[in-house]
């Protein structure tokens, strides 16, 4: 039915979004996905760092930040020195490296009580759905456009649609905890 496709579209825009979430919290390994978020002022507009130069990973501790137009470099350092995410970068005049720093234990928990908020928020917005999804079923069921067995078999595969998502999504956290946790 069009409530149980249109449930299944929902939920998995919310997995996508904690996935999103989840890749931005560093793992003490480098990622370019953490900046993701950095805009660069470039020729009076702000642009994403990943429009304005080339992000690689040589090491598995270093970002080198490659701008396409060396002007820009400067404005590159000062938009990821302002983000919070507590990164110096440094350059040569070509190119930017940020050396991402091991993890602290504490910094470590410290994270994992960040990805399991995501976790939490994410497995609300699933429920939500859940709750939208069954209140447009109600309505059905006092419209009596269904019959009382469709009626609880789509309520039945949304509530198993919603034990899947949430079930994915403690597998995400249990996933991202995890490399968090290992040194």
Same mark, same amino acid.
């Given at each position: 039915?069009?409530?149980?496709?249109?449930?299944?579209?929902?939920?998995?825009?919310?997995?996508?979004?904690?996935?999103?979430?989840? %890749?931005?919290?560093?793992?003490?390994r480098?990622?370019?996905?953490?900046?993701?978020?950095?805009?660069?002022? =470039? =020729?009076g507009?702000? %642009? @994403?760092?990943n429009? +304005?130069?080339? *992000?690689? +990973?040589?090491e598995?501790?270093?970002?080198?930040?490659?701008?396409?137009?060396?002007s +820009? $470099?400067?404005?590159i350092?000062?938009?990821? *020195?302002?983000?919070?995410?507590?990164?110096? @970068?440094?350059?040569?005049g070509?190119? $930017?490296?940020?050396?991402?720093?091991?993890?602290?234990?504490?910094?470590?928990?410290?994270?994992?009580?960040?990805?399991?908020? =995501?976790?939490?928020?994410?497995k609300? %917005?699933?429920?939500?759905?859940?709750?939208?999804s069954?209140?447009?079923?109600?309505?059905?069921?006092?419209?009596?456009?269904h %019959?009382?067995?469709?009626?609880?078999?789509l309520?039945?595969?949304?509530?198993?649609?919603?034990?899947?998502y949430?079930?994915?999504?403690?597998?995400? !956290?249990?996933?991202?905890e995890?490399? *968090? !946790?290992?040194?």
């Open positions: 039915m069009e409530i149980l496709t249109h449930t299944k579209q929902r939920m998995e825009k919310v997995l996508e979004a904690v996935l999103n979430e989840l %890749s931005k919290v560093r793992t003490g480098a990622n370019v996905a953490i900046l993701d978020d950095i805009r660069v002022e =470039y =020729y507009a702000l %642009s @994403p760092l429009q +304005v130069a080339t *992000l690689t +990973v040589p598995s501790r270093l970002i080198l930040i490659q701008p396409w137009d060396v +820009v $470099i400067g404005g350092e000062k938009a990821i *020195l302002k983000s919070d995410l507590g990164l110096s @970068p440094s350059n040569d070509k190119i $930017i490296r940020i050396a991402i720093p091991a993890l602290t234990e504490e910094r470590r928990k410290e994270l994992v009580k960040v990805v399991k908020q =995501y976790g939490e928020d994410g609300v %917005s699933v429920r939500h759905v859940r709750r939208e069954m209140d447009e079923i109600k309505k059905l069921e006092k419209e009596k456009a %019959s009382e067995d469709e009626i609880k078999k309520s039945e595969q949304i509530q198993k649609c919603t034990d899947d949430v079930h994915k999504i403690d597998e995400l !956290m249990a996933k991202k995890k490399d *968090l !946790m290992h040194v």
